[in-house]
């Protein structure tokens, strides 16, 4: 997909070059060299998971007996209320069932089965955080749920700058 504002690229180039004649057979000659681009593409991951909620929900799980120390934060798997004061998060959920805490939210193809008791927690996590709330397969099917993990996007809004000076002395050889 393409960002919004997308605009293809395009380069400025210029190039000065002054030369003089020094007498004797020698010349001396200096260049400068200038080139930017503009509105250079850059894929970007729109739906990046966010680690800091990840870390949390995991820290939650593991204060709660929910999860070991020593487990990964992408495998937190049951759910229940938060015991850690000032957390972010209210509850603990499981990891892929909100899309491991990307903008996109929940992530409908996990909504049913053994996952349907976290739901309304998961949710209550998605909105005391800003993350995508609106999406419920259990009460509007899926309506308003985004079915992607990573998306990247192409923005355009990279640049580049290269500037480049050269001086040649040069002596020319005619006797021989």
Same mark, same amino acid.
């Given at each position: 997909?393409?960002?919004?504002?997308?605009?293809?690229?395009?380069?400025?180039?210029? #190039?000065?070059?002054?030369?003089?004649?020094?007498?004797?057979?020698?010349?001396?000659?200096?260049?400068? =060299?200038? #080139? $930017?681009?503009?509105?250079? %593409?850059? &894929?970007? #991951?729109?739906? *990046?998971?966010? $680690?800091?909620?990840?870390?949390?929900?995991?820290?939650?799980?593991?204060? *709660?007996?929910?999860?070991?120390?020593?487990?990964?934060?992408?495998?937190?798997?049951?759910?229940?209320?938060?015991? !850690?004061? $000032?957390?972010?998060? &209210?509850?603990?959920?499981?990891?892929?069932?909100?899309?491991?805490?990307?903008?996109?939210?929940? =992530?409908?193809?996990?909504?049913?089965?053994?996952?349907?008791?976290? !739901?309304?927690?998961?949710? *209550?996590?998605?909105?005391?955080?800003?993350? =995508?709330?609106?999406? %419920?397969?259990?009460?509007?099917?899926?309506?308003?749920?985004?079915?992607?993990?990573?998306?990247?996007? %192409?923005?355009?809004?990279?640049?580049? !700058?290269?500037? $480049?000076?050269?001086? %040649?002395?040069?002596?020319?050889?005619?006797?021989?």
């Amino acid at each position: 997909p393409q960002g919004k504002n997308f605009v293809y690229s395009y380069s400025q180039q210029v #190039n000065f070059t002054v030369e003089q004649d020094l007498g004797n057979g020698f010349a001396l000659s200096l260049a400068y =060299n200038y #080139n $930017g681009g503009r509105h250079l %593409n850059r &894929p970007i #991951n729109a739906n *990046a998971p966010r $680690g800091d909620l990840l870390a949390a929900n995991w820290q939650a799980a593991v204060a *709660a007996g929910a999860a070991q120390g020593t487990t990964s934060p992408l495998s937190v798997g049951s759910c229940g209320v938060n015991p !850690i004061p $000032g957390s972010p998060l &209210p509850f603990y959920v499981p990891a892929p069932l909100v899309s491991f805490f990307r903008p996109s939210g929940l =992530n409908p193809s996990l909504a049913g089965g053994a996952f349907t008791p976290c !739901i309304p927690l998961a949710l *209550a996590d998605m909105q005391a955080t800003g993350l =995508n709330a609106a999406c %419920n397969p259990a009460a509007t099917g899926l309506a308003n749920c985004v079915p992607f993990s990573d998306m990247d996007a %192409n923005y355009s809004n990279g640049s580049s !700058i290269y500037h $480049g000076f050269s001086t %040649n002395l040069r002596k020319r050889f005619g006797s021989h």
